[in-house]
């Protein structure tokens, strides 16, 4: 496809130009530029160092307020829209949209490369030098979400442009890799398996934000190292003081209510887990039930 600079495009160029000035703006518009643009397999190519790209990136200002402040303050460039998408698979793609020449350009990149650089890449493919406007995502500027659409439609492309990884990059994925394998021995292990009921991701945070001795108890509750009696005759492990002693009947009905209130489950994961949802109103309740059964200090 050949898109050649004549006189009938450079009057539309300018036709849209002044359309958009018609929004009150009272400096009369600039004479549209003499420049020469071309589409040569997919990759748009600008003789002229007179347009701006429009980053989306997610921004607090509204839609409309971009869309008026892009109007008045660049009524006299081209509209270049770019973006740069990265999905749950780590399949990364680049989108660059053009309202006024309706153009769509679409590209695959590496996986696992950073959205950082794909967006980078969506402006380096314009071969232009570039002014930085930035512009709220998902707020129905126009051109905005057609280029976000075209960069997650990349990232399925079977045809990738080849770009070495940065350093930070490269980290990142030896990382991914490292936690991958971490995770499934502990998923497969045959040790520690009394803990990994407990926290199953080796993503989990410990317990924080409470006191020094209440995250004592809480650490040594979740590793089942306490101060309870745990021999022949009496078995009094963590389980059995949370979930099922008769001594504690009482107290573990108003822990189990509580325990209930915040949507965990209630089992040693939903009591002690950090992960989920009101992590810290359920290490309330444990901390309470403790001290209301009278096994706070000797844990």
């Not at 160092?49 to 839609?63: L, M, P, Q, T, V």
């Not at 998408?85 to 153009?103: A, C, F, H, Q, W």
């Not at 009696?229 to 009482?250: A, F, P, W």
């Not at 949507?263 to 939903?270: A, D, V």
Request: hydrophobic share 30%.
């Amino acid at each position: 496809m050949e898109v050649n600079q004549t006189k009938k495009a450079r009057k539309k160029a300018w036709s849209e130009a002044n359309r958009r000035n018609q929004s009150g703006r009272s400096a009369p518009p600039q004479q549209p530029c003499n420049h020469k643009c071309k589409v040569e397999e997919n990759t748009l190519i600008v003789e002229k160092k007179s347009f701006i790209a429009f980053i989306c990136k997610e921004e607090s200002e509204k839609g409309y307020m971009a869309s008026q402040y892009i109007k008045n303050k660049f009524y006299s460039y081209l509209d270049i829209y770019t973006d740069g998408s990265k999905d749950e698979e780590n399949m990364v793609g680049i989108g660059i949209y053009i309202p006024t020449l309706n153009v769509s350009i679409g590209k695959r990149l590496p996986d696992q490369l950073s959205v950082y650089t794909a967006e980078m890449m969506a402006i380096i493919r314009l071969q232009i030098d570039v002014r930085f406007c930035w512009v709220p995502v998902h707020v129905n500027v126009r051109g905005n979400d057609k280029a976000d659409k075209i960069a997650k439609k990349s990232t399925r492309m079977s045809d990738t442009i080849n770009i070495p990884f940065g350093k930070g990059e490269a980290k990142t994925i030896i990382k991914k890799g490292m936690m991958k394998k971490w995770q499934e021995r502990w998923d497969t292990d045959k040790s520690g398996r009394k803990y990994y009921s407990i926290q199953k991701s080796i993503n989990a945070q410990g317990v924080n934000g409470r006191n020094r001795r209440e995250e004592s108890v809480l650490t040594r509750l979740r590793f089942d190292h306490t101060g309870l009696n745990k021999t022949l005759c009496l078995l009094e492990d963590v389980e059995h003081i949370l979930l099922h002693c008769g001594k504690y009947r009482e107290e573990r009905i108003r822990l189990k209510q509580k325990i209930n209130q915040t949507g965990r489950k209630w089992n040693l994961e939903g009591i002690l887990g950090t992960t989920g949802e009101r992590v810290k109103d359920a290490q309330d309740a444990v901390v309470e039930y403790l001290k209301d059964a009278g096994v706070y200090y000797r844990i």
